[in-house]
């Protein structure tokens, strides 16, 4: 069992960059599918990214492909965002499903991280 913790929100305006760190509590996320959800005030949680083992390719949602980036190490998993806009505006999480192939579905992912909140201003 892993506990994804993630770091690295904040406030930031629109065109700006922000990275999202993640990393297991305990153990690492090695044989897990990673992936970044997010979920905004009366919305529903939704999938931006995920990605394999390292080396692998990923899956992006078409309102973040081309300005967020997962990133994957043996340590831990990132999200660079750039180019924010207000509609990202959002708490994201780190999830980890037991999977030897991509999933998107969210009832796939088993662990979740605590969440960290993504504002961008206008």
């Known amino acids: 069992q892993v506990q994804p913790v993630e770091s690295g929100g904040g406030l930031v305006q629109a065109g700006g960059s922000l990275r999202l760190s993640c990393a297991p509590s305990?153990?690492?996320?090695?044989?897990?599918?990673m992936a970044w959800f997010r979920q905004a005030p009366g919305k529903e949680r939704e999938l931006v990214a995920a990605?394999?083992?390292?080396?692998?390719t990923g899956y992006y949602a078409g309102s973040v492909k081309g300005r967020f980036t997962m990133f994957r190490d043996y340590a831990k998993v990132d999200l660079q965002m750039n180019g924010l806009k207000p509609e990202d505006t959002a708490v994201y999480y780190c999830?980890?499903?037991?999977?030897?192939?991509?999933?998107?579905?969210?009832?796939?992912?088993?662990?979740w991280g605590q969440g960290t909140q993504v504002t961008v201003s206008s």
């Open positions: 305990a153990r690492t996320f090695a044989g897990y599918i």
């Open positions: 990605r394999g083992w390292i080396g692998s």
């Open positions: 999830a980890a499903a037991r999977s030897s192939t991509l999933v998107t579905s969210r009832a796939a992912y088993e662990y």
